[in-house]
T-cell receptor
Framework: GDSVTQMEGPVTLSEEAFLTINCTYT??????LFWYVQYPGEGLQLLLK?????DKGSNKGFEATYRKETTSFHLEKGSVQVSDSAVYFC??????????FGSGTRLLVRP | NAGVTQTPKFQVLKTGQSMTLQCAQD?????MSWYRQDPGMGLRLIHY???????DQGEVPNGYNVSRSTTEDFPLRLLSAAPSQTSVYFC??????????????FGPGTRLTVT
């Protein structure tokens, strides 16, 4: 079946550093792709999404571009803040419309 | 709107006990689902429902039962708890499974420990 692979964490950065969290997927065709964020003690929240090749999803300074040629959807932010510390999940919506999640990447931002 | 609510927040069970995790949403969403979250494994789909009276199995359904008698509620039943069911359980809902706004809204989770 389809799968989503993310870089393992934790990722530890200093405030204002550049962030990249890698994500690749295996689905054929053109699945919709998502990044969710989970703050401590909370459920997941949708951060951004892209539904077709070359789309760029963006929200709260985070961006990710749907790259069909490399089956990737890497998450980036130019300058992270302490408040960005959370677990980030990449996900794809498969051909039966279920969400397939990656294992999550914990981000810790130090002041 | 309260969004997606789950009760209880925490629960400890002994092996063999049964219980029901409650989930409710007040957004008139058609699609509801249950996930479990385990370290290093992301979220895995247990069961889902595309509307009242309709449920189906996800990736890891064994040991769990669901029903959907109303649009608002989607309880998850553990029939005979096992230590392997120790996990954090999330309920989610979305307007439509296939179209429209597909964003899934998640509840705050239930942390379950089976001893």
């Amino acid at each position: 079946g389809d799968s989503v692979t993310q870089m393992e964490g934790p990722v530890t950065l200093s405030e204002e550093a550049f962030l990249t969290i890698n994500c690749t997927y295996t689905a054929t065709g053109y699945p919709s792709l998502f990044w969710y964020v989970q703050y401590p003690g909370e459920g997941l929240q949708l951060l951004l999404k892209a539904t077709k090749a070359d789309d760029k999803g963006s929200n709260k300074g985070f961006e990710a571009t749907y790259r069909k040629e490399t089956t990737s959807f890497h998450l980036e932010k130019g300058s992270v803040q302490v408040s960005d510390s959370a677990v980030y999940f990449c996900a794809e919506r498969d051909s039966s419309y279920k969400l397939i999640f990656g294992s999550g990447t914990r981000l810790l931002v130090r002041p | 709107n309260a969004g997606v609510t789950q009760t209880p927040k925490f629960q400890v069970l002994k092996t063999g006990q049964s219980m029901t995790l409650q989930c409710a949403q007040d957004m008139n969403h058609e699609y509801m689902s249950w996930y479990r979250q385990d370290p290093g494994m992301g979220l895995r789909l247990i069961h889902y429902s595309v509307g009242a009276g309709i449920t189906d199995q996800g990736e890891v359904p064994n040991g769990y039962n669901v029903s959907r008698s109303t649009t608002e509620d989607f309880p998850l039943r553990l029939l005979s708890a096992a230590p392997s069911q120790t996990s954090v359980y999330f309920c989610a809902s979305s307007y439509s499974r296939t179209g429209g706004s597909y964003e899934q809204y998640f509840g705050p989770g239930t942390r379950l420990t089976v001893t």
